[in-house]
């Protein structure tokens, strides 16, 4: 028998849009290639480069309703005028499986995940400051200027309730930030509810 079976962590990664969470999930998923990430359905249209099936699933708004309706989702929300949602059954299997789960998903999804689900620990990723945020949406040069107003408008009341995370994480150096981030994923592999079995299984062959 393996010494440890253990389950696969959670990990619930939100931020204002354009404070580097991309940039930060797709290093940590680079280092433990492992560890899956949670695909999100959106109705929002792909920016240049994003995959369907894996950066998001792209669906039109009456496909999004009818999983809705059909039970797919672990939590939905609408977002800066579109909708996302978490498809439950592929996570639910993973985590059960052993295999690490990366979620990008915003105040709102983290909350349901951890208030209906009891599920998954929650990292919140900070803009330095309100300037550099707006410097980093413009800069991505893939958003409307609308787009961006309507972002750095919703970045105020998200980060006000950044709060209750279990960890805040400034990106403002991204090695440094890259750092931490990755410093909470091995702490929270480490946490006894991932381990079930574990000691009974190094006392199981303890004599003396
Ligand atoms: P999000 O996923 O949070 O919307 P992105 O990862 O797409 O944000 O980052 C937004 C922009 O900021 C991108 O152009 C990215 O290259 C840049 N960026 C990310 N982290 C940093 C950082 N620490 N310093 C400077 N630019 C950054
Ligand atoms: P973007 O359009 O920039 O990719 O994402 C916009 C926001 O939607 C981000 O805050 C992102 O974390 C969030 N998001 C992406 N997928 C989901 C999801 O499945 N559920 C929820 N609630 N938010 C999501």
Redesign the pocket.
């Known amino acids: 028998m393996k010494p440890d079976n253990r389950l696969g962590l959670a990990l619930i990664?939100?931020?204002?849009?354009?404070a580097g969470?991309?940039t930060l999930i797709k290093r940590l998923l680079a280092e433990f290639p492992t560890a899956g990430f949670?695909v999100?359905?959106?109705t929002?249209s792909p920016?240049p480069g994003?995959r369907d099936g894996v950066?998001?699933e792209f669906v039109s708004v009456e496909e999004f309703k009818a999983r809705i309706g059909r039970d797919h989702?672990a939590?939905?929300?609408e977002?800066?005028g579109?909708y996302?949602?978490?498809?439950k059954q592929g996570v639910l299997d993973s985590l059960a499986s052993g295999r690490d789960v990366i979620?990008?998903?915003?105040?709102?999804?983290?909350k349901?995940?951890k208030g209906n689900l009891n599920l998954g620990r929650t990292v919140f990723i900070l803009p330095p400051s309100r300037a550099e945020l707006a410097r980093r949406l413009a800069g991505r040069g893939s958003?409307s200027p609308e787009t961006i107003a309507r972002?750095m408008a919703?970045a105020r009341s998200?980060i006000a309730q950044a709060g209750w995370f279990d960890h805040l994480v400034v990106n403002d150096a991204l090695d440094a930030a890259y750092d931490e981030l990755r410093a909470v994923y091995l702490a929270e592999r480490a946490r006894p509810e991932l381990h079930p079995g574990l000691l009974e299984s190094i006392l199981g062959g303890w004599t003396g």
């Not at 990664?13 to 354009?18: M, Y």
């Not at 996302?84 to 498809?87: K, L, S």
């Not at 990008?104 to 983290?110: F, K, L, W």
Request: proline fraction near 5%; glycine fraction near 8%; include cysteine.
């Open positions: 990664i939100t931020a204002p849009s354009g969470k991309s949670s999100s359905c959106t929002r920016r994003e950066d998001y989702f939590e939905w929300a977002v800066h579109n996302y949602g978490t498809p979620f990008d998903i915003d105040v709102q999804g983290a349901l995940l958003d972002r919703n998200e």
